[in-house]
């Protein structure tokens, strides 16, 4: 039968790994709608004592505000207490305990920055390293260089849950698209709850046998037509095909559950399937294992312009039990050195009030990676004694784009992709390898 392999070849893929890796995988636990740092991972005394006083105008003058421009800016102590854990004294809100149980093996990154105000483009800056629609994200690169450990599975698979904490914002499937590259390479959304992949199974009256022949026809004549049009889309068809073959066998494998000890499933708590952020980090876990190179979960409630204490309680409770799982699930079964996981959203938010709550910012945030090569018990970087600016050790997207690819065996200035003229890369003409951080 003629594969995708046989007919195509991306316009390098076998240039990487660059240098050995030290992860094979990444999870992106994105925490859509943008946590604050004031209430995780980014204690800020001054801030408290300033609660209810005036923002001093030398934090904020010339500086990019979301929707508190020409208001009275007034400063806003964090609504909880922080407390150490770990041998490494990781400063963490007490809101997050089971994080604080895994503190040695986090590093957090309180120095992060990046260049989009607003919802929409600063997902599209995070995912692909500039705020113009159609280029590739993270993971599309990711795919495109390495290609995927699993022959049965998408190598780029996405995952969405809706919380009840706040405003839950719309996350469109261009955050996952594969842009320019071929677009085999895009990601491909899972439902949580229910099918995960609508259509998968065959309708009744097609038996498996006559579906594999009517699959090798239309490949054959997709093969036949590849030398005349050199179009790398004709691959992703063939590709296509045949994947969605094998899914018919793996997706079901890969939803049931009932093999997962009763420990596990209260570990994360959830019982599988029912469209949690909880759920879905445990099939992260199960799409790991089977070889799926890029997984990237989407928990949408974030956006706390008001009622930021009652949103941010009712956030961790969704979260905060399944992250720390799904950390300890890896590291239990031997694949946390060569999975890197990252928790973070798009932006932070502000040092000032929005009424009970507040406002979108970009000059200084938190994330945290662990695994993949990563330095257990740092934390990294400083904000200024309000929070509002990242003071020491600046980590732009781009650096972590940079330093995400190094720990995949990836130089980012190498991963290229050439079209209208001109060679592409995940982190542009920017980026640095954070060192630093990588153990």
Known sequence: M??????????????????????????????AGGPSHLETFDEKPELKRLDNQPMPESFTQGQPIAQLQGKQLKCYAPRFDFKRYGESGQTIATLF??????????????????????????????NTGT??????????????????????????????????????????ARQWHSGFLPS?????????????????????????????????????????????????????RIAQYELAFKMQTSVPSLMDVSGEPQHVLDMYGTQGGDGTFAANCLL????????????????????????????????????????????????????????????GGEFGRTPMAQGSGRDHHIKGFSIWMAGGGIQGGLKYGKTDDLGYNAAENIVHVHDFHATMLHL??????KLTYRSQGRDFRLTDVHGHVVHDILA
């Not at 390495?146 to 839950?168: H, M, N, R, W, Y």
């Not at 995949?408 to 200035?413: Q, T, V």
């Open 184 to 236: 085999r390479h895009q990601g491909v959304e899972f439902r949580s709850a229910g099918d995960p992949v609508l259509y998968v199974n065959s309708p009744p009256g097609v038996t498996a046998a006559r579906q594999q022949d009517v699959f090798d026809a239309i490949n054959q004549m997709n093969a036949l037509r590849q030398p005349t049009l050199d179009d790398p889309e004709i691959a992703t």
């Open 2 to 31: 003629l594969t995708a392999d046989s007919v195509c070849a991306d316009q390098q893929q076998s240039a990487f790994p660059n240098f050995a890796p030290q992860a094979k995988r990444v999870i992106v636990l994105c925490q």
């Open 131 to 172: 705020s113009i629609s159609g280029r590739p994200s993270m993971g599309s690169w990711v795919q495109y260089g390495l290609g995927s450990e699993a022959d049965d599975l998408p190598g780029f698979v996405v995952l969405t849950s809706i919380g009840k904490g706040g405003q839950a914002q719309p996350i469109a």
């Open 97 to 126: 305990p089971k994080m604080g149980e895994i503190a040695d093996d986090l590093c957090i990154i309180n120095s992060m920055v990046t260049e989009q105000i607003n919802h929409d483009p600063a997902h599209t800056f995070m």
């Open 408 to 413: 995949l065996g990836i130089n980012h200035e």
């Open 284 to 343: 992260a876990r199960r799409l790991a294992e089977r070889g799926v190179r890029f997984i990237q979960l989407y928990h949408r409630g974030w956006d706390h312009h008001g009622g930021l204490e009652r949103g941010m309680q009712i956030c961790a409770s969704e979260v905060d039990q399944a992250s720390a799982a799904l950390v300890t699930d890896l590291k239990n079964r031997g694949m946390l050195d060569d999975t890197l996981v990252v928790w």
